[in-house]
């Protein structure tokens, strides 16, 4: 079992910066290829990016490539998404989540956070 709690939400203007943080606990967090997804009104849940488990590799949706970067620190339980470059398209419920399965180009989650709301005024 996992448990994630996702931090860092808020309203911002476009062309700023933003950064979540998940913070985890349970076991064997270093054993999990870690992602972030997030959700926009109206829309399905989309893939934003994903870590591997060393943090050595990343993988990134096109919308975000360039803009987004995934980070994770195993010694501390978390796993950080700097936004730079915000645009209001980005407005979504960003949710961290431990994946199932090995690194790829996706993240199937076993385990979800609560999610926390990122706002992109333009």
């Known amino acids: 079992q996992v448990h994630l709690v996702e931090s860092g939400g808020g309203l911002v203007q476009a062309g700023d910066s933003l950064r979540l943080s998940c913070a985890a606990s349970?076991?064997?967090?270093?054993?999990?290829?870690m992602g972030w997804l997030r959700q926009a009104p109206g829309k399905e849940r989309e893939f934003v990016g994903v870590?591997?488990?060393?943090?050595?590799?990343?993988y990134y949706a096109d919308s975000v490539k360039g803009r987004f970067t995934i980070s994770r620190d195993n010694a501390k339980n978390t796993v950080d998404l700097q936004m730079n470059s915000l645009k209001p398209e980005d407005t979504a419920v960003y949710y961290c989540?431990?994946?199932?399965?090995?690194?790829?180009?996706?993240?199937?989650?076993?385990?979800w956070g609560q999610g926390t709301q990122v706002t992109v005024s333009s």
């Open positions: 349970g076991r064997s967090f270093s054993a999990y290829v």
């Open positions: 989540a431990a994946c199932a399965g090995r690194f790829g180009r996706s993240c199937l989650p076993a385990y």
């Open positions: 870590i591997s488990w060393s943090g050595g590799s990343t």
